[in-house]
């Protein structure tokens, strides 16, 4: 049974850090590059970083450029991102998102809300 489940997701104050952990099971993670996206409330879905599976890392997304890192373990089956200098426009359900060809795989999210 193929799997994404993201851990990591909570209440954090401006300016502060989070660490979101991806964790994939039922195929071969290693063969997949890994996204990750976020919606905030009313908006659209959209892509954040991208890494391949041979751990290339394609630009960010301007607004999160120099705040946000993604990497991947494939010894772990495990993708992360880690996010500093959390903003309350960063407020939004994370989702990684695994591809290699047509073969799409999504997590479930976990939310992330940056308040004081």
């Known amino acids: 049974q193929v799997q994404l489940v993201e851990s990591g997701g909570a209440l954090v104050q401006p300016g502060g850090s989070l660490r979101l952990s991806c964790a994939a099971s039922?195929?071969?993670?290693?063969?997949?590059?890994m996204r990750w996206y976020r919606q905030a409330p009313g908006k659209e879905r959209v892509r954040i970083a991208k890494i391949t599976n041979t751990g290339f890392i394609y630009n960010y997304e301007d607004s999160v450029t120099g705040r946000f890192t993604i990497s991947r373990d494939n010894a772990k089956n495990t993708a992360y991102l880690q996010m500093n200098s959390l903003k309350p426009e960063d407020t939004a359900v994370y989702y990684c998102?695994?591809?290699?060809?047509?073969?799409?795989?999504w997590g479930q999210g976990t939310q992330v809300t940056v308040s004081s």
């Open positions: 998102h695994a591809r290699r060809s047509q073969s799409v795989y």
């Open positions: 039922g195929f071969n993670f290693s063969n997949y590059d």
